[in-house]
């Protein structure tokens, strides 16, 4: 039963990867359509592959300072994946697809950013510097037993540190760094309410491979996970529908799906930690937060982030894994050591939550800008589409 569950659970991760495809191409313009589908679908060959060469043993293999695995084991050569990968209970093969495919969705999530601004190039150089420098180290903090973030006692049960604020501040550094200055004119973006919406159901449905497959097996923390993961999708699409006809008197369909991925990346780092009260006020807060930066704030800030990675992924990931310090509760998961502040267990899970977000975003943005201009630089300040992709 397990194995079936956790084979399933991959399978819904893989659709994720082009659910997100489908639903950034609903919000860009037909011209830059192409390019969102190529680089999403190119992640599989170049995440994917650069994972079994040296993702899974840099990420859960060995311990170096708790920040990187080892690079032992090229190819998975002297790996035994049949055999059981230390706690989980699984074969190691099983667990090295399931965080695969995640390696494969978070560049997927960011390259958005940068639809029509770099060429592929650029892209497969960044994915895979990116990957060895901030994917993979990042992955050995939080979620390796030896990492020292996990040593801290930071809890991330599906991503929202190592996937969701990976992502967005990725997303929002490349935004600045190699887009003009954003200047709002009033105007309103076309795009195609379909694909928005269809992404959005095959994410919504992915996502609960996502969540409750983070549990690594069908038990109660799983089936928790489920639920949580749809009231907080459903408290924030109805939070945004809210939002919207207060701030600018109309409710969209681009709204409500919008609203709805918020609220499962606010809840994915406490998934498996929360109740469903818990989970409910997550996708509320979740949603006014990531309205107010893509609306209000982005502006101010002239962040030519024209899909809202940072504004959905960053901000609702940064909430939700600050959250998990105010609602998470050892009834729900015996993983929790201590309650969070609304449980009365005090301010010390949400002092190391906080500080599990406040690191996640320093050291994703200095490694970020310090791959950007370096590409920069071997591009000598061309990273211009070359060519286009036709259908």
């Given amino acids: 039963m397990t194995l079936d569950f956790m084979v399933l659970a991959i399978m819904l991760v893989w659709i994720m990867v082009p659910g997100i495809a489908v639903f950034y191409s609903g919000f860009v313009p037909e011209k830059d359509v192409n390019r969102i589908l190529f680089n999403s679908f190119l992640m599989f060959g170049i995440a994917g592959l650069l994972w079994v060469a040296i993702g899974f043993s840099a990420s859960f293999e060995g311990n170096f300072l708790g920040i990187i695995g080892n690079f032992k084991h090229l190819f998975l050569s002297g790996i035994d994946l049949s055999s059981t990968f230390g706690t989980t209970g699984l074969p190691t093969s099983v667990y090295l697809l399931f965080q695969m495919m995640f390696a494969i969705l978070t560049p997927a999530l960011f390259l958005g950013a940068v639809a029509s601004r770099a060429r592929i190039k650029f892209i497969v150089l960044f994915v895979i510097c990116w990957s060895l420098l901030i994917y993979y180290p990042l992955a050995h903090i939080?979620?390796?037993?030896?990492?020292?973030?996990?040593?801290?006692?930071?809890?991330?049960?599906?991503?929202?540190?190592?996937?969701?604020?990976?992502?967005?501040?990725?997303?929002?550094?490349?935004?600045?760094?190699?887009?003009?200055?954003?200047?709002?004119?009033?105007?309103?973006?076309?795009?195609?309410?379909?694909?928005?919406?269809?992404?959005?159901?095959?994410?919504?449905?992915?996502?609960?491979?996502?969540?409750?497959?983070?549990?690594?097996?069908?038990?109660?923390?799983?089936?928790?996970?489920?639920f949580t993961t749809t009231i907080a999708a459903c408290s924030a699409l109805i939070m945004w529908i809210i939002l919207e006809d207060k701030y600018k008197s109309h409710v969209t369909v681009n709204g409500i799906c919008t609203g709805s991925i918020c609220g499962l990346v606010g809840v994915t780092p406490g998934t498996g930690y929360v109740t469903i009260w818990g989970a409910f006020i997550i996708g509320i807060i979740s949603a006014i937060g990531s309205f107010y930066f893509m609306n209000y704030l982005k502006y101010k800030l002239h962040l030519n982030d024209y899909l809202d990675i940072f504004g959905c992924h960053g901000v609702s990931g940064i909430i939700g894994s600050i959250a998990v310090g105010l609602f998470a509760t050892r009834s729900v998961n015996h993983n929790v050591i201590t309650n969070g502040l609304f449980y009365g267990g005090g301010i010390k899970l949400l002092s190391i939550q906080i500080l599990g977000a406040v690191f996640t975003i320093i050291f994703v943005s200095i490694m970020a800008i310090i791959i950007i201009v370096t590409l920069k630089k071997l591009f000598k300040n061309n990273i211009g589409i070359k060519r286009t992709i036709n259908n």
Avoid at 143 to 165: E, R, Y
Avoid at 178 to 192: D, F, M, T, V
């Fill in 142 to 226: 939080v979620w390796s037993p030896s990492g020292f973030l996990a040593q801290l006692g930071v809890l991330d049960f599906a991503g929202g540190t190592v996937i969701h604020i990976d992502a967005g501040i990725t997303a929002m550094i490349l935004a600045i760094m190699l887009r003009e200055p954003y200047k709002y004119n009033n105007e309103h973006a076309k795009g195609n309410t379909m694909w928005i919406l269809m992404g959005t159901v095959l994410l919504w449905i992915g996502w609960y491979g996502f969540n409750a497959g983070s549990a690594l097996q069908l038990n109660n923390q799983a089936l928790n996970a489920f």
